[in-house]
């Protein structure tokens, strides 16, 4: 079962981790970009859907029984590998790769392709609304105030083109457990979209969290 | 390069690339669950990995430059089977599959699994908005209303559980080229986040899809 776990792993282990997964992510990422494009003749498609088929079969012979949950190590490292946003093992996620200060700030710069495509050319309005979700909350974890989304409010400028992007976020201020940030998706013209949230640590979650990890705390 | 493309196919064509690309796209949309989930051993995930970089070399061998767009067949008949969301050639998407009715309103039921994930065992809050987003833009859609999304607001009540899902949406009101919708997310015991939106079709998309597709404005 998914939870915040705590592993008892070394940094460098999770370096290896991050060695062998990453790759492979990238190239199943590869292959769903492929599927959206292939024109290949039917019976090619039936050949390799046979394959992928058997792929996963090999992979399911030993896996989780449900979904990833967020890992940590002893050091504090915090793994969310099965994120749709950042996630090292989810070829659904871009991925984005974050950096932040604990001024709270976080900003990155990532690549979207036919995978997030809305209208035509353009990245799908949903796609920029997660990733500015993930960003602002990235921010407001960076700044020591992190939390769950309780409101979340796009603009959309104009069209974000697929392509090369930015996206950075900050803390506005915050007033007890609520966090308001803000943020921004931009392409090489400038911003496009612009977010602004509440992240609130609801007392579910933080009961939750203290039951699974008291020492995170303490 | 991608537009909104008028394709001059039957339906019955459609039928039978839906036929051959959804089973298709399911089975790597089960193979990016696995790749989150997997425990094998090390070298298996490598053997796995140079198999999957085989198989998207052959479907690359012809390809689409660029992402696939919105086709139209001659009867009107949308198909957005890159998008995000509800695309059917797209293993990222859920999918979700939308039912409508003319009177501007959408709903959906779907499975959230590993793929889908934030907090352990809760769907990411941007994957809630992205899904929003598209159902009322569904919901305009469906209400001879289309747009893009202007704004878009979200309320998150608590968390969305990964697993079975529903959404719904409808238009709110509309003033010209302005169409509000709303709708939300549920579970088994009722709504978990609640969202607003502002549509419209804007300017430079009126006149893009006039030059692309001039009989969709006779």
């Not at 093992?89 to 809305?118: C, I, K, M, T, Y």
């Not at 700044?143 to 974000?160: A, V």
């Not at 950075?168 to 201020?173: G, L, V, Y």
Request: aromatic content about 8%.
């Amino acid at each position: 079962m998914a939870g915040y776990v705590l592993e008892d792993i070394t940094d460098d282990e999770v370096e290896r981790q991050r060695a062998l997964y990453g790759p492979f992510t990238q190239a199943v990422r590869e292959l769903v970009d492929a599927v959206i494009r292939t024109e290949v003749d039917d019976d090619e498609v039936r050949a390799v859907q046979a394959e992928v088929e058997a792929l996963t079969a090999r992979l399911r012979a030993r896996q989780l029984e449900g979904s990833y949950g967020v890992r940590f190590t002893p050091a504090g490292r915090g793994r969310p590998w099965g994120n749709p946003v950042v996630g090292l093992r989810n070829a659904a996620a871009p991925p984005v790769e974050v950096e932040r200060d604990p001024a709270g700030r976080a900003w990155a710069s990532f690549h979207l392709g036919a995978a997030f495509e809305g209208p035509p050319g353009l990245v799908h309005g949903g796609v920029s609304a997660m990733i500015l979700d993930q960003m602002l909350g990235e921010a407001t974890g960076a700044g020591g105030k992190p939390g769950m989304t309780g409101t979340l409010t796009l603009r959309y400028r104009r069209g974000t083109p697929l392509g090369d992007l930015r996206c950075e976020a900050w803390i506005d201020r915050t007033e007890g457990i609520k966090t308001w940030a803000k943020g921004h998706l931009m392409d090489a013209d400038g911003v496009t979209v612009e977010a602004e949230g509440l992240f609130i640590l609801p007392r579910w979650a933080r009961e939750r969290l203290q039951a699974e990890n008291p020492r995170y705390f303490e």
